[in-house]
């Protein structure tokens, strides 16, 4: 459990580290975060052709509300954490990228509901974006990862080494 600990930490500092870094924003960070914007327009234009995207900005051509995906709204922060709680569980590497591939799709499927809400909220009530955007869907995604992870783990195959507790326990032989 110690193990785990201090390497899921080293992982979560190295990463964020790394995250803050600015060619990692402007070579990977920026164009990832436009991607979604793009996405996220190119879902809502199902529905509602009065939308465009320009960069990381998505904008209601009706009335001219927009919202700038900014970073720490990209999903980006949760996949860190998920992937650090992946790789520093011991488990097979096969696992750990099964694990964080489905797992980066869900944070970012779920993250693109929360973009697309949250543009719609803004036009509709200033307050309950704000609280939207800075409480509930933060919390939400966060917990997306947590819920990712405990899933993942589930999964695992079970380590025939090691006897644990519900485990039956050899009967001896009489002689």
Request: with cysteine; net charge negative; charged share 15%.
């Amino acid at each position: 459990m110690i193990r785990f600990f201090v390497l899921f930490v080293i992982l979560l500092v190295g990463l964020f580290t790394l995250e803050i870094l600015q060619p990692v924003q402007d070579y990977i960070i920026s164009p990832f975060t436009s991607v979604l914007a793009n996405i996220s327009v190119f879902l809502i234009q199902l529905f509602d052709d009065q939308v465009i995207a320009s960069g990381r900005v998505i904008r209601s051509l009706e009335n001219g509300f927009a919202v700038e995906i900014q970073a720490g709204c990209n999903g980006v922060e949760a996949v860190i954490i998920l992937f650090a709680a992946l790789f520093a569980f011991p488990a097979p590497f096969k696992n750990k990228m099964i694990g964080f591939f489905w797992g980066f799709l869900a944070i970012q499927l779920l993250n693109l509901v929360r973009i697309i809400s949250l543009f719609y909220l803004g036009q509709w009530s200033d307050t309950a974006f704000r609280w939207f955007h800075l409480y509930l869907w933060q919390a939400l995604i966060i917990l997306d990862a947590l819920v990712v992870w405990l899933i993942w783990l589930r999964t695992l195959p079970e380590n025939k080494n090691q006897a644990t507790d519900d485990s039956p326990k050899p009967i001896p032989e009489e002689v």
